[in-house]
């Protein structure tokens, strides 16, 4: 069920969205009320419109929202953490990360992630 809602979710909110709803609420279940503001703690986490979206396809109902640890660790370091910095960001050993890479078929190369900003130079 976790692998399912995580796709959808991400299909949902994009990987960034999905990425900033794990880091805040990953492991707890929560509830997506039927009416969101921008004060509220879901909107406030992965920002308004991304939390309408939410609301309007999974409200009013409770979601167990993923750990996502895999994904959010191929995140990270294609952003270029360090692997202690992505243990402390997934709340796990530096051990455990490695050994998860490692499992991967393709792990990303550390800085991957494409630029946002042109070079000046």
Known sequence: MSERLATELTKLLGERGFIALAE?????????????????????AIGLDAARLLSR???PD??????????????YRAAGFSNGAIATKLGMTETGVNH??????????KGSE???QFSLF
Do not use: C, N, Q, W
Not at 100 to 109: G, K
């Open 114 to 116: 494409p630029e946002r």
């Open 24 to 44: 805040a609420f990953g492991g707890r279940r929560l509830y997506v009320p039927t009416k969101v503001d921008s004060d509220g703690e879901i909107a406030k």
């Open 62 to 75: 409770y979601l167990r929202v993923p750990l996502a640890r895999e994904v959010r660790a191929r995140h």
């Open 100 to 109: 998860m890479f490692a499992r991967m078929d393709s792990p990303p190369v």
């Open 57 to 59: 396809r999974k409200s």
